[in-house]
């Protein structure tokens, strides 16, 4: 197959893929499609399935290209990747657990959650008031007359810590936090993601997502370390 046509399978089930998104998983080494004698792509029906797996994996499970590399490094050895037990939920609503709960808003193409104020107190199980706290404090944001999927999960973690005494007044050394780590994607991530070249804007993305699992990881591991010397002393 071309590579029009490859697109034209994945379009379906992946509205945002693109020509040059195809392009840059091939630079990443994440496909080798053959080339014909006059340079052309040429895809096989094992490719797409390839594309089809990374594509999957980016969109449900948020997972970086490295990690996504290493498991298909296992599956070309005949090796079963360990998955994860959740299924195939979308990103944004993977609760603290890592099931998926159900949520009452519209999904949109591509796994998007879009809730009203209404669906959203009723989804994650908060009232009126605290969702108003949640606004002020600037841990939930609307998107227009809507809130998204991570609007759902931030809630929901909020509802998780107050049964432990945090309150969201408590939460905003977090958010600080989370936006001066922003601030360190932004400065590496911009400068790509003004290029006028799509394979830069498809790098930038998978670059901020790469650098975002890194800090995530990271700053787990400063918790749990600085509670465990806190503890030993």
């Given at each position: 197959?071309?590579?029009?046509?490859?697109?034209?399978?994945?379009?379906?089930?992946?509205?945002?893929?693109?020509?040059?998104?195809?392009?840059?998983?091939?630079?990443?080494?994440?496909?080798?499609?053959?080339?014909?004698?006059?340079?052309?792509?040429?895809f096989?029906?094992?490719?797409?399935?390839?594309?089809?797996?990374?594509?999957?994996?980016?969109?449900?499970?948020?997972?970086?290209?490295?990690?996504?590399?290493?498991?298909?490094?296992?599956i070309?050895?005949?090796?079963?990747?360990?998955?994860?037990?959740?299924?195939?939920?979308?990103?944004?609503?993977v609760?603290?657990?890592?099931?998926?709960?159900?949520?009452?808003?519209?999904?949109?193409?591509?796994?998007?959650?879009?809730?009203?104020?209404?669906?959203?107190?009723?989804?994650?199980?908060?009232?009126?008031?605290?969702?108003?706290?949640?606004?002020?404090?600037?841990?939930?944001?609307?998107?227009?007359?809507?809130?998204?999927?991570?609007?759902?999960?931030?809630?929901?973690?909020v509802?998780?810590?107050?049964?432990?005494?945090?309150?969201p007044?408590?939460?905003?050394?977090?958010?600080?936090?989370?936006?001066?780590?922003?601030?360190?994607?932004?400065?590496?991530?911009?400068?790509?993601?003004?290029?006028?070249?799509?394979?830069?804007?498809?790098?930038?993305?998978?670059?901020?997502?790469?650098?975002?699992?890194?800090?995530?990881?990271?700053?787990?591991?400063?918790?749990?370390?600085?509670?465990?010397?806190?503890?030993?002393?």
């Amino acid at each position: 197959m071309s590579i029009g046509e490859v697109l034209a399978k994945l379009r379906p089930e992946f509205p945002d893929v693109t020509i040059s998104k195809i392009r840059f998983l091939e630079s990443e080494g994440l496909i080798q499609p053959r080339r014909s004698p006059s340079g052309y792509r040429k895809f096989s029906h094992a490719d797409v399935e390839r594309l089809r797996y990374v594509l999957t994996q980016q969109r449900d499970h948020y997972l970086p290209l490295r990690v996504i590399k290493e498991q298909l490094d296992l599956i070309d050895k005949g090796i079963e990747p360990r998955r994860s037990a959740s299924g195939r939920p979308p990103r944004a609503l993977v609760a603290v657990d890592g099931t998926a709960p159900e949520a009452a808003g519209d999904v949109l193409e591509g796994g998007e959650v879009r809730l009203t104020r209404a669906q959203l107190l009723e989804s994650a199980g908060i009232t009126e008031e605290q969702l108003t706290q949640l606004e002020d404090y600037g841990l939930v944001t609307a998107r227009g007359s809507h809130f998204d999927g991570e609007a759902l999960t931030i809630a929901r973690v909020v509802v998780q810590l107050g049964k432990y005494g945090l309150e969201p007044r408590h939460l905003r050394l977090v958010r600080t936090a989370a936006e001066r780590e922003l601030g360190l994607v932004e400065q590496i991530v911009l400068p790509l993601s003004r290029q006028r070249n799509p394979e830069a804007r498809a790098r930038a993305e998978e670059t901020a997502r790469e650098i975002t699992a890194l800090m995530v990881k990271l700053h787990a591991a400063l918790v749990k370390a600085g509670l465990r010397d806190g503890l030993i002393r």
